[in-house]
């Protein structure tokens, strides 16, 4: 973090990426972001000495409160939930886990899993082929235990979150091994373990009616490791 108004000689304002993409200064954080209106108007704030909630436009209340941490007041003289523990609800109603739970995969495997897999890909999944993971994927897998799924190769572990860490470190060492050591042997021992459909062994946490024996597993995201 540097001080508002003093720019860093040694960074440029913008350099242009491995992949071509032009990248922009945000000098609040001494990183590079790929908007670049907003990066500008980060800039600008920045030379005028203005803070970086300033510089984005977000005025100070009368009782020297942010814009976002205003909301959050009220909402809490009102007695309602905050912005934030209405999205957090949202979320674990979305996907069927809690987001603290996302943030410590994500962190941990997840981040560098997509950054290594598609460096310059776009937001959102875009297709079944898409090999980067997404909280829609750690539902799957969770809405597969709840109905009494399992992966019948190999000891199929006993929790959901036990599968999903499990082979979110084997991907990212299959992934990390063939990029930087050009090891492809755990990443093709790996896939040739994938097991596309899971039968149904155990008794379903979530009834339902009618429901077949075997289905479709994870999607390919889960074994690709170039």
Known sequence: ????????????????????????????SQQYIRNKSYALRLQRGFGRGLSQSEARGHGISARGLTESQERVARATERGDLS?????LGGFERRY???YQY??????RYIKEINQRSWPSGP????????????????????SLYDQGYRDLRGNSPVTWQEWVENHLAIRLDAIVQWQDNHNKTPGREMFSSHNEIWARVATPAVFVPGAPTAISGPRRAWWFYH
């Open 1 to 28: 973090m540097t001080t508002p108004g003093m720019f860093s000689p040694s960074l440029p304002l913008e350099y242009v990426d491995p992949q071509g993409n032009t990248r922009y200064l945000n000098p609040y």
């Open 83 to 87: 912005p934030y523990q209405l999205f």
């Open 96 to 98: 069927g886990f809690s």
């Open 102 to 107: 996302w943030r410590l995969i994500y962190r």
């Open 123 to 142: 937001r959102g999944q875009q297709d079944e082929y898409d090999p980067r993971i997404f909280a829609s994927d750690i539902s799957r897998i969770k």
